[in-house]
C-alpha cells in the first residue's frame, strides 16, 4: 500500500510529519511526503521519497484539477493532506483527484489535546486506516542516511553547536547569553545562522563570534548543516526547524522553549533536554537556569 502526506509548513513541521511518517510505515504503507522544494535534501535523508508541491501541480487543486494532479495521485492508495479549507472547495478537489482516498487533517492542532504534535497526526491518520492510535511513536533517528563528511571528528575539546534564531522573534533568546554560556563550558562553539536572523542581528553575530572566538555557520546547505550537527556533542537552540533537526539526527539537544508550548512542539529525539523560560519570556530566562539543565551531558563546565 502507497500512501502520500503533504505538508507545506516550516521546517520543524516538516520533521514532526516525517516522524508520524516513519509511524505509518512502520505499518507497512510505504510513504512519500509532499512538501516545499527546499525541504527535498531534508526528506531525503531519512529516507522518504520526496515530491515538490511547487512542481505537481497542487496549485490547481484550488480551481480546477489538472490531469497531471490526477495521475499522480492515482499512484497511491491513501493521500493525506495537512492543509486548512474554510469553504471545502479544496476538499472536494482533492477526493475527486485521489478518486476518494483523501484524509483532511487541519494543521493546527485543536487546543486541549495534551499529545505532541507529531503523535496528533498519526492519531487522526488511525482513525481512517483502522489503526490503534499509537502512544509512543519511532524516532526518525535509525532511519538517518548522512550525507557524505557527516561523521565525528576526533577532539579533545567538546563541540557546540548553536542556532540562536527563529521565525518569531518571542521564542529568541538573547545572543548574549548565548556568547555567556559558551564562555562558561569548556567547548568549541559554532554559531549556525540562517535567513531568520536580520541584517542587524547578523552583524552583530559576526562581531561577537570574533571577539569570543566562536565560529560561524552562515545559512549552510542542509547537507553541510547535517555534518555540522552530526559532528556536535550538543546542540543549543530555541524552538526552530533546526532544534527539530538536530534532534531527529540523535544528537543531544537543549531545547529553550519560550511561548510554545514543548509539550506539543517538543522536539522528537532520543536526547532532547526542555528548558522553559519563566512565565514563557525568553528575557526571564536565565544562563545558570540553562546550564543548570546541561550539567548531565557531555559538555564540561569549567
Known sequence: MNAL???TGGLGDTILTLVAAGWLENLGWRTDVMGYERYADVVGMFGFGFIAEERSGFGSLYSNPAPTIFRLFGRYDLVIALKSDQDGSL???????????????????????GVGYACYLAREISKTIGADPPE???????????????????????RLAIHPGSGSPGKNWPINRFVDLINSVTATATFITGPAQTTEELDNIRALARENNICLEHNPAYPRL?????????????????THLAAAMGVPVAALFGPTDPEI?????????????PDGDMEKLDVERVLDRIRDHCIKLR
Open 226 to 242: 547535517a555534518a555540522k550537527l552530526a559532528n556536535a556533542d550538543l546542540y543549543l537552540g530555541v524552538d526552530s526547524g533546526v
Open 265 to 277: 512542539w517538543r522536539p522528537a529525539g532520543a536526547a532532547v533536554t526542555i528548558v522553559t523560560a
Open 91 to 113: 476538499t472536494e478537489n482533492l477526493r475527486k483527484a485521489s478518486g476518494g482516498k483523501t484524509i483532511m487533517i487541519n494543521p493546527v492542532p485543536p487546543p486541549g489535546r
Open 136 to 158: 509512543q511513536l519511532p524516532l526518525l533517528e535509525s532511519r538517518l542516511k548522512l550525507p557524505h563528511g557527516a561523521k565525528r571528528l576526533d577532539g579533545a575539546k567538546r
Open 5 to 7: 502526506i503533504i505538508r
